[in-house]
């Protein structure tokens, strides 16, 4: 009885630690390599070259982070080339309101995939930038 307690809150513990790691980054630059492993002896997997994209960082080994895009690509990249979440894309064509409410006046329509640069966000809605347009969104169908 006691040992499966032990079990259980072992289980528990790696769970909570593994979950604790993930984390949205965003890309720092305008070209980011994403390597094969956490070392830059790694071969390059592929070229991120889209500043302030969304990745979600799933693990980490000294300074490189495991990371995740929304398509599900993964790799390593080193910690000078991310930086703390300040954007997100629309995973469904969205309206951009003047004020966080949806009986505001719409401002314009953001399409699916669209980068968004993220101001703050209050209950279920952000303010973002995206070009000429400066808005509130629901925060429902977005990444990052």
């Given amino acids: 009885m006691q040992k499966t ?7 528990v513990l790696l769970i ?4 604790a ?8 630059k305008n070209k980011v390599n994403v390597r094969y492993g956490p070392s830059f002896d790694s071969d390059i997997k592929y070229v991120y070259k889209k500043k302030n994209l969304p990745i979600k960082q799933i693990d980490k080994k000294e300074n ?6 929304l398509k599900n690509n993964s790799g ?9 979440i ?11 309101f003047k004020k966080p409410s949806s009986f505001a006046k719409p401002i314009a329509q ?4 669209r980068l968004l640069i993220l101001q703050k ?22 990444w990052g």
């Fill in 121 to 142: 966000c209050e209950k279920n809605w952000c303010k973002i930038k995206s070009n000429d347009f400066e808005g509130w969104i629901k925060n429902d169908d977005i």
């Fill in 86 to 96: 300040n954007s997100v894309i629309s995973t469904n064509d969205k309206i951009l």
């Fill in 5 to 11: 307690l032990y079990i259980l809150i072992f289980l």
């Fill in 16 to 19: 909570t630690s593994s979950l």
């Fill in 76 to 84: 390593w990249i080193h910690i000078s080339q991310l930086k703390k």
């Fill in 21 to 28: 790691q993930e984390t949205f980054l965003s890309l720092k």
């Fill in 110 to 113: 953001i399409k699916k995939g």
């Fill in 64 to 69: 490189f982070r495991r990371i995740i895009d």
